[in-house]
Every structure is written in C-alpha cells, then in structure tokens.
C-alpha cells in the first residue's frame, strides 16, 4: 500500500511537469513581466498549483506513516476544493467576455465545453473524495482523477507548441485521459479491487470527450448558448 501511495506522488508530479510544459509559452515564462494577464488568471493559477501540491504531499504523509499530518493538512481540501471550482467556472467566464464579439461566437460556444467540463467534473471527484475521506481507496481514486483533470489544459498547450491545431490536441488529452482511467480501472478489477470509483471516473471523462468531439453540432451550440446566457 505504501508504494501505491508514493507512486501516486509521483504520478501527480509528472502531471505537474506536463502542466508546467503547456503554460511555459503564455506564461510562466513572461514571469515577473506579464502580458495581458488579468489577476484572476494568476489567483487562478496559483489556486491550482497549490491543489497539485496538496496532490502530491499527502500521499507521501500516509506513506511515512504520518496520518495524523495527513488529516489536519486535508482539512485545507473543504476550503482549498470550492476556491477551485469557482476559480475554473470564473476563468471561463471571464475568457468568454473578454472574446465576446472578438472571436467567432461558434468558436467561443464551442470553447464552453472545456469551460463546463473542467469546474463541473473537478466539483464532482472532489465532492466525492470529501464524502468518501474514510474510504482510502475511493477517496484517493477520486483525488488523483482531480488531477488528471490538469492533463488536457497543460500537455495540450504542450502540444500546441509542436504544431498540433487546438482541436486536435484536446482531443489526444482526452485519449491520455481516458487510457490512463482506463489502465486505473484495470488494475482494480485484476486486483479485485473496488473497481467502481474508477469506473465512476472514466464514465466523466468519456461524457467529457464525447462533448468535446460534439462541440460543433447545433444542439451543442444551441445548449452552449443558453448556458451563456444563464451564467456568463
């Protein structure tokens, strides 16, 4: 048990790394001058970062024994958890209406799938990673899927800078995604594991990458519309 632990720490790093990759271009390398960027992006970001840390240190406490550390450090998740949902549903927000009659509105309905999806399946592992905190298995599934969510913004910046258009792109994070739940749920039904929080997990993301390859059609824009309206 203690190595799946340290394998989790070191799982989330290398989201980190692949995370840092994508962002390097737009941003971290403009550090300390930034260009056109506002400072919901930078809480934004920081608030994210702080979350992978938090991904990356507390499987690493239970894997030196110190569960107790683990426990009070966990208690940042009930506040640290809704600041990043609400950071990712305002980012969005705000990315909408700075473009807003700047870009094609086909474009920026499209965009609202990743928008949608990223705070809506973050609030949703980290929902259940709170209501299953006494279930390490579930609740660490359900933690490390939060991070994964951080694959498709980062590798797929990533991937941009070797050429790859955007569309295609999100669509190869998806892949990932997907493989990696995947291999995941694997795992637990070989090892007759509980196998259906991640089964849970790789039914979110394929929804998620359904809607990604759908974000064109008229009922997509139609909903994406509405969803505007409502909120942005």
């Not at 962002?23 to 971290?28: E, I, L």
């Not at 950071?87 to 870009?103: C, E, T």
């Not at 709170?130 to 590798?155: E, F, Q, W």
């Not at 990458?209 to 139609?222: E, H």
Request: aromatic share 14%; glycine share 10%; charged share 15%.
């Amino acid at each position: 048990m203690t190595k799946i632990y340290r394998n989790t720490s070191i799982f989330i790093i290398l989201v980190m790394f692949g995370i840092q990759w994508g962002f390097y271009r737009t941003y971290t390398s403009e550090f300390p001058h930034f260009i056109d960027k506002t400072a919901t992006i930078h809480i934004h970001g920081i608030v994210l970062m702080m979350w992978m840390v938090l991904l990356i240190v507390q499987p690493l406490l239970i894997s030196t024994g110190r569960a107790r550390l683990h426990r009070t450090i966990g208690k940042v998740s009930w506040v640290l958890g809704p600041l990043v949902i609400f950071m990712l549903f305002l980012v969005g927000r705000n990315s909408f209406l700075r473009h807003s009659g700047h870009a094609p509105e086909n474009e920026m309905l499209e965009d609202i799938v990743l928008d949608m999806r990223g705070w809506i399946s973050f609030a949703i592992f980290w929902a259940l990673a709170m209501i299953y905190r006494k279930n390490p298995g579930a609740h660490m599934r359900y933690m490390i899927a939060t991070g994964i969510i951080g694959i498709g913004p980062g590798v797929g910046r990533g991937l941009i800078t070797l050429g790859v258009d955007f569309g295609t792109s999100l669509t190869i994070t998806d892949a990932l995604d997907l493989v990696i739940v995947g291999a995941l749920l694997g795992y637990d039904i070989y090892k007759k594991k509980n196998y259906k929080p991640c089964l849970f997990i790789f039914i979110v993301f394929l929804i998620g990458a359904i809607l990604w390859q759908i974000r064109a059609t008229d009922a997509w824009q139609s909903f994406a519309k509405a969803y505007a309206a409502w909120f942005y």
